[in-house]
């Protein structure tokens, strides 16, 4: 065997030895398997008499310009070199001393004391030593002050000769760390074909751009400004990639992502896999504070199925939600991770807000995150410790605040239409609709569940019913997002966190101390008459019986001074005050048998007109029997002279 392989051997080498070998009849053994450059003389595709060119590489390009070209010698190098050295070095000159001409411009231009024509002429001056320059300007640390301040005050024309200039480079400005604020303020002053072609020229970066620290600051600034129509194109690019490339295939009438799906027959769960690739890296970095994104976390949850909304609310959970309940759909986002959280998001929740409960109770979205937590958490311990606590300390400025004093009127008398408006009630009783119990319930009868949703920004008091496909079925570690609220009885949480921590106390001793400034109040009436009264449900008796007979005999004090005693109008004649005092006396009477007995008593005539009249009459109103016959014997004859005039439907409950 060896032998005969080496007679073949040797015999392939003899073949490749013979000279002059046929041209026609090539012999197969010296093709190699790498492939050779195709030579010119090969023929074209089949069917045609033309020779086929090959494709020129860039391999071939840089091997042509090499032959053209002689390499460079050291010393060519070097001198190259030191040109462009000698160019950059006289560019950075000329540079700098443009940066020190336009600084000296605005020293002056920026000045308060100056006259406007003085100021109008440094301005157009640095515009035109801009000019041509603007862009590179733009994203100098140093520099771009003097084209905000130029851009502030020159003149229309000026201004839409600059924001021309920086038209093709406003994506790339957008993420500059300095040039972000000319950028905004350049979209301030933006007209309104402007500021549609910017938001145009934003399509297809808006995702991107919100996962940068600095671009997302721009996306939410145009958010803003733009109109409806402006608000959903910006929208409906981070929903699905169709609708990215594809924007005529929605019109202005799906304002709500569902109606979308439905209306375009588009994939549910496409959508929402395109919706966490955009959602994720955003949470990740923390870019939590614009409005748009709670708009996109909305409509995401409006989706969502069991383990995607679980997964953001467990994001969420705490220090991070606290930046997010500034904004009216923030503030909901907030809700909702409180209402589905498990015990222990919920905690993190509470603990994340331990150092801000003073600005968010003083916040008209962020409190009502607070009155949700008040309702549904019930580690009632933690809540005083975190929430009670701090509350304390500012006690009086939650009286008179408008927002701060709806978490004491929650206490007091729970979801109270006086004190909420149908906005937010609407707000307090939404759901997510995967991880609402309707949908459990709707899960195990293969069923489908509906919830009411609330409506865009533009149509916020309009409430659209929405049908929602049930969610996937929760494994055994999710049942915990499922709870929509507490388990704890509302009356023994409002109790423990109200009367048991002492706040109802100190709520007391504050009205009975302040009680003729909050009775002239607008909004410091509406606690003291809940205090008053003792609370829905009587929730501060009989525990604080004593205290309330103490506010009662402080305002009927306040009654019983005569009026030219005090500087102040008298809270009989005040018109809030008058009217705060008509409903105690019709819903305590308690507190009407007080009042009559030391401030009204053999005093009625001269209390018969203007606000104070409304105070007398209402005794005869009152629907306690006691009260009307305390009055009616001195009554009766203001009423028969015709002093005191009662309506018909009113005389008949005074008989």
């Known amino acids: 065997m060896a032998a005969k392989s080496h007679q073949q051997s040797s015999k392939t080498k003899k073949r490749k030895q013979v000279p002059g070998a046929n041209a026609e009849a090539p012999d197969r053994s010296t093709y190699s398997k790498k492939p050779k450059l195709v030579s010119p003389r090969l023929s074209g595709p089949k069917g045609s008499n033309k020779p086929f060119k090959p494709l020129k590489s860039k391999f071939m390009k840089a091997e042509a310009g090499e032959e053209k070209k002689a390499p460079m010698s050291k010393r060519e190098r070097r001198l190259h070199a030191k040109e462009l050295s000698e160019a950059r070095k006289k560019k950075r000159k000329r540079y700098y001393a443009l940066e020190h001409e336009l600084a000296s411009l605005w020293e002056k231009m920026r000045c308060h004391d100056i006259a406007k024509e003085d100021r109008s002429k440094f301005v157009t001056e640095a515009l035109q030593k801009m000019k041509g320059k603007i862009p590179e300007i733009a994203g100098s640390h140093i520099s771009s002050r003097v084209l905000q301040t130029s851009v502030k005050y020159c003149s229309q ?4 000769a600059v924001f021309e200039e920086l038209q093709p480079h406003f994506l790339n400005l957008a993420c500059n760390t300095y040039a972000v604020h000319l950028v905004k303020k350049m979209l301030d002053n933006a007209s309104k074909k402007q500021l549609a072609g910017f938001i145009s020229s934003l399509h297809g970066h808006v995702a991107s751009l919100l996962r940068h620290m600095v671009g997302s600051v721009v996306v939410q600034h145009a958010y803003e400004l733009a109109n409806a129509a402006q608000k ?20 202005m009438k799906e304002r709500r992502l569902v109606e979308v799906i439905s209306k375009l027959g588009l994939q549910k769960s496409s959508v929402l896999r395109h919706m966490t690739s955009v959602i994720q890296p955003i949470l990740e970095k923390g870019i939590v504070d614009h409005s748009i994104i709670h708009r996109m976390l909305i409509e995401y949850f409006s989706i969502a199925d069991q383990s995607s909304a679980a997964d953001i609310i467990q994001q969420l959970s705490g220090a991070l939600l606290v930046r997010m309940i500034h904004t009216r759909d923030g503030s909901r986002i907030g809700m909702l991770c409180v209402k589905h959280g498990s015990a222990k998001e919920r905690k993190k929740i509470i603990k994340g807000m331990k150092d801000h409960i003073s600005k968010v109770a003083h916040d008209q979205c962020g409190s009502l995150v607070l009155v949700c937590i008040l309702s549904i958490v019930d580690d009632t311990k933690l809540i005083t410790k975190v929430v009670i606590r701090e509350l304390q300390k500012i006690l009086k400025e939650l009286v008179f605040d408008k927002n701060g004093r709806r978490l004491l009127l929650q206490l007091l008398h729970p979801d109270c239409s006086r004190y909420f408006s149908p906005d937010d009630l609407n707000s307090l009783n939404l759901s997510i609709p995967s991880l609402s119990a309707k949908s459990e319930s709707g899960a195990n009868s293969e069923a489908k569940s509906s919830m009411v949703v609330e409506s865009s920004d533009e149509e916020a008091k309009r409430e659209t019913e929405v049908t929602v496909a049930e969610g996937n079925t929760s494994a055994s570690g999710d049942d915990l997002h499922l709870v929509e609220g507490g388990k704890k009885d509302p009356f023994l949480r409002r109790q423990e966190l109200l009367v048991n921590s002492g706040l109802a106390e100190g709520l007391i001793d504050l009205c009975i101390e302040s009680a003729g400034e909050l009775l002239r109040s607008n909004f410091g009436k509406e606690v003291l008459y809940e205090v008053a009264t003792g609370g829905s449900g009587g929730i501060l008796r009989p525990t604080l019986d004593d205290k309330l007979n103490a506010l009662h005999e402080a305002i009927a004090s306040l009654a019983a001074t005569a009026s030219g005693e005090s500087e102040e109008e008298h809270v009989l004649n005040n018109f809030h005050s008058s009217r ?3 409903k105690l006396i019709l819903d305590c009477p308690t507190f009407a048998r007080t009042l009559w007995k030391k401030a009204l008593k053999g005093k009625s005539e001269l209390w018969a007109q203007g606000h104070s009249c409304k105070v007398i009459c209402a005794f005869l109103e009152s629907s ?14 203001l009423i028969d002279g015709g002093i005191i005039k009662i309506p018909e439907t009113k005389q008949a409950v005074s008989k």
């Open 624 to 637: 306690d029997s006691k009260v009307r016959e305390l009055a009616k014997k001195e009554l009766q004859p």
């Open 157 to 160: 024309s000026e201004r839409d």
């Open 232 to 251: 959903q194109e910006l929208l409906i690019e981070l929903y699905s990639k169709e609708l990215q490339l594809f924007q005529d295939l929605v019109s």
């Open 580 to 582: 705060t005092i008509r």
